[in-house]
């Protein structure tokens, strides 16, 4: 008999052009993440300080990737489907890193910056769409010193 070993790792890709809703909230022991698609779980410490050290650095290269500040085209999305992912960060995560593109050399001409977080992808076309993903990565930091150093 043949014995199989599964391994189910996938990484999930997000991408935004302007400024969107997000939010944050405590959920049982842990922290989540609500942005347009996606529901991020933060299960400790170890992933909190993970994600806050990429996005901090992320936040230190917008003026390098949008110095305009122009707004990319948004995107058509059809208004009778809803896709939702859920992805869980806990422990130490591996796998980070910042990329960016100039305005030159990006698809919307605004520049991009592409953050990852182990399984998580975030693609933002223009400074608006950074602007608000950091503001939401940095009250899920806050927040989870409160949640998981019982402050």
Do not use: N
């Not at 059809?78 to 960060?89: F, I, K, N, Q, T």
Request: hydrophobic share 45%; charged share 25%.
């Amino acid at each position: 008999m043949m014995k199989i070993k599964a391994d189910r790792r996938a990484t999930v890709t997000l991408r935004y052009a302007g400024e969107h809703d997000t939010a944050t909230e405590i959920f049982r022991d842990a922290v989540r993440v609500y942005t347009p698609g996606a529901v991020i779980t933060i299960g400790d410490m170890d992933a909190a300080h993970s994600a806050q050290r990429v996005w901090r650095d992320a936040a230190a290269a917008l003026p390098k990737i949008f110095p305009s500040g122009d707004a990319a085209p948004g995107y058509m999305l059809d208004p009778g489907s809803m896709v939702w992912v859920s992805v869980a960060l806990a422990g130490r995560i591996t796998g980070r890193d910042v990329q960016g593109k100039t305005p030159l050399h990006s698809p919307s001409g605004c520049g991009e910056l592409r953050v990852r977080v182990g399984p998580l992808v975030v693609i933002m076309d223009d400074r608006a769409a950074a602007e608000s993903q950091i503001k939401v990565w940095t009250a899920a930091y806050d927040l989870a010193w409160k949640v998981f150093r019982g402050l």
